[in-house]
């Protein structure tokens, strides 16, 4: 009888192979049009020697101007290439439109506020947007002062993170502020 000495491996699964099949994991495509208008801004202002920090600089400094000419028109204004305005587009001056909470440590950070949930360990950031989301639970053990979330994603994915507080009245605060955002953007 006769054996065949091939491998039988199995296919990896999307996330192994793919960041970007995870949601949240990696940030959204900026459109063809700003990337056009950032870099013609950039090559007039910058010489002709730069590094990344001045190209990325330049990006930032075209959205926020993109940003301010749709605000100064008063409209919101689809983009040359058809799609809809971008909500990172927009300054932090709107993030006042509703609740807001912040918590951080010297490892990473949790926001949550109009747009969603962001969480940050280091150089790792995800973001998510409330029509992502199907769960949100966070928890304060007992004899810690870790703040510990857990976001569902509609696909059947978790990602948890967790912060420590100074001291339990701030985490008591965390939890109260996270609450107040809950209530007002998230939809059960």
């Given at each position: 009888?006769?054996?065949?000495?091939?491998?039988?491996?199995?296919?990896?699964?999307?996330?192994?192979?793919?960041?970007?099949?995870?949601?949240?994991?990696?940030?959204?495509?900026?459109?063809?049009?700003e990337?056009?208008?950032?870099?013609?801004?950039?090559?007039l202002?910058?010489?002709?020697?730069?590094?990344?920090?001045?190209?990325?600089?330049?990006?930032?400094?075209?959205?926020?101007?993109?940003?301010?000419?749709?605000?100064?028109?008063?409209?919101?204004?689809?983009?040359?290439?058809?799609?809809?305005?971008?909500?990172?587009?927009?300054?932090?001056?709107?993030?006042?439109?509703?609740?807001?909470?912040?918590?951080?440590?010297?490892?990473?950070?949790?926001?949550?506020?109009?747009?969603?949930i962001?969480?940050?360990?280091?150089?790792?950031?995800?973001?998510?947007?409330?029509?992502?989301?199907?769960?949100?639970?966070?928890?304060?053990?007992?004899?810690?002062?870790?703040?510990?979330?857990?976001?569902y994603?509609?696909?059947?994915?978790?990602?948890?993170?967790?912060v420590?507080?100074?001291?339990?009245?701030?985490?008591?605060?965390?939890?109260?502020?996270?609450?107040?955002?809950?209530?007002?953007?998230?939809?059960?």
């Open positions: 009888m006769e054996q065949r000495s091939e491998h039988q491996y199995m296919p990896l699964a999307g996330a192994a192979t793919d960041p970007a099949y995870v949601p949240g994991l990696l940030p959204a495509p900026v459109p063809a049009a990337k056009e208008r950032a870099l013609d801004a950039a090559s202002d910058a010489p002709k020697t730069r590094d990344e920090d001045a190209a990325q600089d330049a990006v930032e400094e075209a959205r926020a101007e993109g940003a301010a000419d749709a605000r100064a028109e008063g409209s919101s204004v689809a983009s040359d290439d058809g799609s809809a305005p971008d909500d990172d587009a927009a300054p932090e001056a709107d993030a006042a439109v509703g609740p807001s909470c912040g918590m951080s440590d010297h490892q990473g950070s949790i926001v949550a506020d109009h747009r969603g962001r969480l940050q360990l280091g150089d790792e950031k995800a973001e998510f947007r409330w029509d992502e989301l199907s769960a949100v639970e966070y928890r304060t053990p007992r004899l810690t002062r870790r703040f510990e979330i857990a976001v994603t509609s696909a059947p994915r978790r990602f948890s993170h967790d420590r507080a100074a001291d339990r009245a701030e985490l008591a605060a965390w939890g109260d502020q996270l609450d107040a955002v809950l209530d007002a953007y998230f939809e059960d």
